[in-house]
């Protein structure tokens, strides 16, 4: 709740949480310096939102190709995969979300 109020996707915080618990970060002191990184975020946001759209759409142009880079390891004759993988996939540009 509190993420959805201040703006950020559920997601967000829990692949932060997810990839310090990879690189060996179990102890408070990891959370408490992803808190601060998020809490320094919030003041920097307006001044990252003054970056005009445009001038980061070659930026989330080149993120989206290296992202689509990995469906080439989809088995797209299976259809279990297949199907959430190609709809994932659609919904992406058309929600503008990855979330």
């Known amino acids: 709740?509190?993420?959805?109020?201040?703006?950020?996707?559920?997601l967000t915080v829990f692949a932060e949480?997810?990839?310090g618990i990879r690189e060996g970060g179990r102890t408070g002191i990891t959370a408490a310096?992803?808190?601060?990184g998020f809490?320094?975020?919030?003041?920097?946001?307006p001044i990252f939102a003054s970056i005009p759209?445009?001038?980061?759409?070659?930026?989330?142009i080149f993120v989206g190709a290296?992202?689509?880079e990995h469906a080439r390891h989809i088995d797209w004759t299976d259809v279990r995969g297949a199907v959430p993988a190609f709809i994932?996939?659609?919904f992406m540009p058309l929600?503008?979300?990855i979330a």
Do not use: Q, R
Request: aromatic letters at 10%; zero cysteines.
């Open 1 to 10: 709740v509190v993420g959805s109020t201040l703006g950020t996707s559920p």
């Open 17 to 19: 949480s997810g990839v």
């Open 33 to 36: 310096v992803i808190a601060i």
């Open 39 to 45: 809490g320094v975020s919030m003041f920097l946001a």
């Open 53 to 60: 759209p445009y001038a980061t759409g070659p930026a989330i």
């Open 66 to 68: 290296l992202m689509f």
């Open 88 to 90: 994932t996939i659609i």
């Open 95 to 97: 929600t503008y979300s």
